[in-house]
């Protein structure tokens, strides 16, 4: 199994991403997906998820009205749309699959499997 983070790059603040998590060997659409982030010398902190049922979803605060996650299942990738970008939103995101049904979390020891990141730079 191997999930993959990308679309990070350097943008503006208060400008838009578009991040993307693919997977080989699991099909997406039957895991609840997690978006994390990491600033070194910080713990991972969990940005969004999205059901495997009914694509229920779940934001933190600091994202909250500013992303959003979503799924193309014929495609196997979830997005995470970041827009109004900001200075703090610099970190190495990650995505990660948890075989939990109808539910999703953002907590790190739930997750069975891990993408490696994609950086995202934000400048002010």
């Known amino acids: 199994v191997q999930l993959q983070a990308s679309g990070g790059g350097l943008v503006q603040a208060g400008g838009s991403l578009r991040l993307s998590c693919t997977a080989s060997?699991?099909?997406?659409?039957?895991?609840?997906i997690a978006w994390f982030r990491q600033v070194p010398g910080k713990e991972r902190e969990g940005v969004s998820c999205i059901d495997s049922v009914r694509d229920r979803t779940s934001y933190t605060d600091s994202v909250k009205d500013r992303v959003t996650i979503s799924r193309d299942d014929a495609k196997n990738t979830v997005y995470l749309q970041m827009s109004s970008l900001k200075a703090e939103d610099t970190a190495i995101y990650y995505c990660?699959?948890?075989?939990?049904?109808?539910?999703?979390?953002?907590?790190?020891?739930?997750?069975?499997?891990w993408g490696q990141g994609t950086q995202v730079t934000v400048s002010s």
């Open positions: 060997g699991i099909v997406l659409k039957f895991y609840a």
């Open positions: 990660a699959a948890d075989r939990r049904f109808d539910d999703c979390t953002v907590v790190v020891s739930d997750q069975d499997y």
